[in-house]
């Protein structure tokens, strides 16, 4: 495959933006190669600048649950910018949006727009300390809730991607006040929050954690975290950046029937411009400026054309069945990877929920961080490469997850899993 193109720009973007990339797992490090330069996408498939192709499983990180280039999602930025693309004034589309996704998500009952998941979650968790009055954030190894300074402790995604120690940059007195406990460990959790309850603000969660791989919560997880965070007084956050509007139109708390007292969104609610958003009881939200005294702000927040790609995206969600196909291909798919590693004799953990998945190279269960840390990277990295030699677009990282869109067809599924038997046949041989 001729990737020359991308090769030169690689070293020109290295020289004015830092690794070359505006957010460091795209570096492709982990991997042990250069990343492709994308020119264009459309459905399930992205091109690159040398012209290659490739059945796309990054979906833009999850926005993308219609696939590229969708065309009422198109139209309907096309036509908000034909009005003006921002105003910083009241508008009706981030009215709309906002009682969209307020109907949408069965927790919420008000919601604030920002520019991305990181905004979202450094604002729940600053309404969360400013309505308690504490302090203390407990957070879970591996989960990633952005680049915030109080999320950087033992966080996933990029961080464990790229194995940076510690929070280098984080002030001591800031990490003081994040706890990081072990994700599904509900002993540890029990203990931390009755320990220290008094003084805990918040735990924040992802509900299915997507940053350390996909990890689903154990049987009644959410449920203790639930329980315990009402006795104590502590505002309980999920985190659904890439759970919500993905898992089912009401997110992970409608999966599992477990409403939390905030929650954070982005990704697809944005339909792939850079939306996030946090939303909850009135009771909490409207301690939020210019009603209470939180102060939380954004020139672009609730941006038009980013509102009128959300409610277009929103609108497609609402397609009868929408979630039931997406899933049922997503099932299709991982029993494909599951007979693939069986038939090459190669250990792989397979866990899924809906139409997020994570092949781990171990043959242990995967059920937190230490459990992923024991996946063979090296081994992901080769099978990445190859894949990629064969027009499949993987996440370029062991610990991050593989979307499902509604764009993708049985036989570009049905391609996808060939090569994964292919590729598995190989890392078996050598
Ligand atoms: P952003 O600030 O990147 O929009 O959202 C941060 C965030 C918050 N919460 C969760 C659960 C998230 O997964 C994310 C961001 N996800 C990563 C990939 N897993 C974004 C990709 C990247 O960093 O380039």
Redesign the pocket.
């Known amino acids: 495959m001729n990737t020359s193109i991308s090769e030169k720009m690689f070293e020109m973007a290295k020289k004015v933006i830092p690794g070359g990339v505006n957010?460091p797992?795209?570096a492709c490090r982990s991997v042990g190669c250069d990343p492709v330069f994308i020119q264009k996408a459309k459905g399930s498939t992205v091109y690159d600048v040398d012209g290659n192709e490739y059945v796309d499983f990054v979906s833009s990180?999850g926005p993308m649950i219609h696939g590229h280039a969708q065309p009422e999602i198109v139209e309907a930025i096309t036509e908000a910018a034909k009005d003006g693309t921002s105003f910083g004034a009241p508008t009706t589309k981030e009215m709309a949006l906002a009682s969209m996704v307020v109907e949408a998500v069965p927790s919420l009952e008000k919601v604030r727009f920002v520019n991305?998941?990181?905004e979202a979650?450094m604002s729940a968790v600053r309404l969360a300390r400013g309505f308690t009055g504490r302090d203390v954030i407990v957070k879970f190894d591996g989960c990633?809730?952005?680049h915030a300074d109080s999320f950087l402790i033992k966080a996933g995604?990029?961080v464990i991607t790229l194995g940076i120690p510690g929070s280098p940059g984080v002030p001591q007195d800031i990490v003081k006040n994040t706890i990081s406990i072990p994700y599904n460990n509900e002993e540890v959790l029990e203990q931390t929050l009755r320990e220290k309850g008094d003084t805990i603000a918040c735990v924040i969660v992802?509900p299915v954690a997507?940053?350390m791989g996909c990890v689903p919560p154990g049987a009644t997880f959410l449920q203790k975290l639930r329980d315990l965070t009402s006795e104590l007084g502590i505002v309980l956050i999920f985190?659904e950046?890439?759970t919500g509007f993905r898992l089912s139109y009401g997110g992970a708390q409608e999966h599992f029937g477990i409403m939390p007292d905030l929650t954070?969104l982005?990704k697809i609610i944005g339909g792939g411009l850079p939306v996030?958003a946090y939303g909850g009881k009135a009771e909490i939200m409207d301690q939020i400026a210019p009603d209470g005294p939180v102060y939380q702000a954004g020139t672009l927040s609730g941006n038009p054309l980013a509102m009128a790609a959300g409610i277009a995206n929103l609108k497609l969600l609402q397609k009868p069945d929408f979630y039931k196909e997406l899933n049922e291909k997503a099932e299709f798919f991982a029993d494909g990877l599951n007979k693939a590693a069986e038939k090459a004799g190669i250990p792989v953990t397979l866990n899924r929920v809906g139409s997020l998945m994570t092949g781990f190279f171990t043959k242990a269960k995967v059920t937190d961080f230490e459990s992923a840390m024991e996946a063979d990277v090296d081994c992901y990295g080769r099978h990445y490469r190859q894949m990629l030699s064969k027009g499949i677009y993987l996440a370029p990282s062991q610990f991050?997850v593989l979307f499902i869109s509604a764009a993708h067809s049985i036989d570009e599924l049905k391609k996808a899993i060939e090569m994964t038997e292919w590729s598995f046949k190989k890392l078996a041989e050598d």
């Open positions: 957010s797992v795209r990180w991305s998941g990181t979650t990633y809730h952005g995604s990029g992802e997507g940053n985190d950046v890439i954070c982005g996030g991050e």
